[in-house]
């Protein structure tokens, strides 16, 4: 009989909810028209995206007209950080971003260096944070844009957005976060964060892969990296998805119905497994960042004498990861970790524990032990 596995990756990723499946399916089944098109079966399909579009807005307390739907986080922080600068600054410019970004606002960064653009990578503290105050001081006359991100993936600290808003709006410089690992986990709301651009994912809360959206709130500038025809109002060619973008609002309204008790009820299970560990665990166990700063369902912890991998091989119920999902195939030790302090030792050792809407009490008692368990094993090899 198979083993019941224990998935605790929810920030790698999320399964699609049942009622996004379903709202997927009957756009399939009954909204298959081009959506571009006049015609009757056309403006069901049509009706169903702004349907979509409306419930994501909601989500955010964005306008509906703010949304763009594309491909994902990874397309929506190329969009914002890649076609900025070529079309405000023709030959110089000065981007702000954090050492701690995804590689999909890192890497860009890097292009714009290629490019003849300045940059400016924001170190963080211990835990993870941006100070506003660094931010202050790395602005130029010329810096045209700062991203900074919502929540970090590795470490699910929360950055003080708001903070850092107040200070782009004083000096008239475009704001971008990426709010991927945010959404669906806690609350987010564009007027209060007070940002120029917000990037959605949206299989990081129960609806499919392939589909996204880019917030862009009304008046700022917005330059499309592809050219064709004239969806999303002319800011994003290319024929809608319309069963993922009828997921995609599906599971942004699950999210704003289930979101308020939802952080509660698995804020309270990361810290019930955070303590069984600590009390099963026959190592030293550290939490890497302050769980008050943190996502309600992220555990980013290392485990002394303990290599990372070593101990989720020997695990047999657990699924998680070392860190984030977008390089756990290169064996270098994450920039985030090393961001925040850690030594390769202490980053070898680290495991990334994410819950959600399906992790149950049961599920961490068990994850507990399981992992209990995998550092004897591994204790036993490695001394």
Request: glycine share 8%; with cysteine; net charge neutral.
């Amino acid at each position: 009989m198979p083993v019941r596995k224990i998935y605790l990756d929810y920030n790698a990723t999320t399964p699609v909810s049942s009622k996004a499946k379903e709202a997927a399916l009957i756009a399939m089944q009954e909204a298959w028209a081009n959506p571009g098109c006049g015609h009757e079966a056309g403006q069901k399909a049509k009706e169903l995206v702004e349907d979509a579009r409306g419930k994501l807005a909601s989500l955010i307390g964005a306008k509906s007209k703010e949304i763009v739907f594309l491909s994902g986080g990874t397309e929506a922080n190329n969009t914002v950080v890649l076609s900025i600068f070529p079309n405000l600054r023709q030959t110089r410019g000065h981007f702000i971003t954090s050492q701690i970004e995804h590689p999909s606002v890192l890497n860009p960064a890097i292009r714009l260096l290629e490019m003849g653009f300045d940059c400016t990578f924001l170190r963080v503290d211990k835990n993870g944070v941006v100070d506003p105050d660094d931010v202050k001081k790395a602005i130029r006359p010329d810096t045209c844009l700062i991203s900074i991100m919502l929540s970090n993936n590795e470490l699910g600290t929360i950055e003080p957005i708001e903070e850092i808003s107040r200070i782009t709006r004083e000096r008239g410089i475009l704001f971008h976060t990426d709010a991927s690992q945010a959404i669906g986990k806690i609350q987010v709301d564009v007027n209060h964060l007070g940002v120029d651009y917000l990037t959605i994912a949206g299989h990081k809360f129960y609806a499919p892969k392939g589909i996204g959206a880019l917030y862009v709130r009304d008046g700022a500038p917005f330059f499309s990296l592809f050219y064709g025809g004239g969806q999303e109002g002319g800011r994003r060619p290319g024929t809608e998805p319309v069963p993922l973008i009828a997921a995609l609002g599906e599971a942004a309204h699950e999210a704003r119905v289930l979101l308020p008790e939802e952080i509660r009820r698995i804020r309270a299970l990361r810290d019930t497994f955070f303590d069984l560990l600590k009390e099963k665990v026959s190592t030293d166990l550290t939490n890497n960042v302050d769980l008050n700063r943190c996502l309600p369902n992220t555990l980013s912890v290392r485990f002394k004498g303990v290599n990372g991998k070593h101990l989720l091989a020997a695990s047999k119920l657990v699924l998680a990861t070392t860190g984030a999902a977008c390089h756990a195939q290169n064996d270098s030790i994450s920039h985030v970790l090393s961001s925040i302090g850690l030594g390769v030792e202490e980053a070898k050792g680290t495991i990334r524990f994410s819950l959600g809407r399906y992790t149950t009490k049961e599920d961490v008692e068990l994850a507990a032990m399981d992992i209990a368990s995998a550092v004897v094993k591994v204790l036993s090899v490695e001394f």
